[in-house]
């Protein structure tokens, strides 16, 4: 069974320009969860989607949006890009209730 | 909201020794999930073990266990026989159980303990 797949797996960036970074979660999984992990701030949660539905966002500004798809592959955007948006993105793939989540490898975003 | 505290930064082992990573969370809830992650080098985020609060008996994988202390809301891990291979982060993470189509499975997580084996 294949994992969860992210790409690109690293990225550059400049200031002001945006990205967009896709998941394709396990098959059947229907979950699919973001995070920012940083060395300062460490793993914070950024969105949830659940059948191309968003259930949770954290506590992001609207730079950071995303979007899942019926085929349950999400992409998230980030808009406007600060030095501050330089992170390790994970992508969370869940198959339901009362399990664990599957991470994929991440995505290394960084912006100068 | 929920809180996950890992106060051990930095850990080292010897090799083949015991270790054990200290967690402790915050909730109201009665139901919810723990998990302890590993992220090695390589940037994989790796499930070590879990726990359902509402069992009373700790979880145990191989070589790693945990001591679940629900009252006093801690999770510790405890890795025996540690290897060279056991050299990660580890995240403590809290989880509340959602329901399938409602709810969210957010994962809340520690800061991180980074544990070093030294041969």
């Known amino acids: 069974k294949a994992g969860v797949t992210q790409t690109p797996r690293y990225l550059i960036k400049t200031r002001g320009q945006q990205v967009t970074l896709s998941c394709s979660p396990i098959?059947?999984?229907?979950?699919v969860s973001w995070y920012q992990q940083t060395p300062g701030q460490g793993l914070q949660f950024l969105f949830e989607?659940?059948?191309?539905?968003?259930?949770n966002k954290g506590n992001f500004p609207g730079r950071f949006s995303g979007r899942q798809f019926s085929n349950s592959r999400s992409e998230m955007n980030v808009s406007t890009l600060e030095l501050g948006d330089s992170a390790l993105y994970l992508c969370?793939?869940?198959?339901?209730?009362?399990?664990?989540?599957?991470f994929g490898q991440g995505t290394r975003l960084t912006v100068v | 909201a929920q809180t996950v505290t890992q106060s051990q930064p930095e850990m080292s082992v010897q090799e083949a020794e015991t270790v054990t990573l200290s967690c402790t969370y915050d909730?109201?809830?009665?139901?919810?999930?723990l998990f302890w992650y590993k992220q090695p080098p390589s940037r994989q985020m790796i499930l070590v073990i879990r726990?359902?609060?509402?069992?009373?008996q700790n979880a145990t994988e191989n070589r790693f266990s945990v001591n679940f202390q629900k009252a006093a809301k801690s999770f510790s891990l405890k890795i025996s026989d540690s290897q060279l291979g056991d050299a990660a982060m580890y995240f403590c993470?809290?989880?509340?159980?959602?329901?399938?189509?409602?709810?969210?499975?957010?994962?809340?997580f520690g800061k991180g303990t980074k544990l070093s084996v030294i041969p």
């Open positions: 969370a793939s869940d198959p339901g209730a009362r399990t664990e989540a599957f």
């Open positions: 098959s059947g999984h229907r979950s």
């Open positions: 909730t109201s809830e009665s139901d919810y999930y």
């Open positions: 726990q359902e609060a509402y069992k009373q």
């Open positions: 993470a809290y989880r509340s159980p959602g329901n399938s189509g409602a709810g969210s499975y957010q994962l809340t």
């Open positions: 989607y659940f059948s191309e539905t968003q259930r």
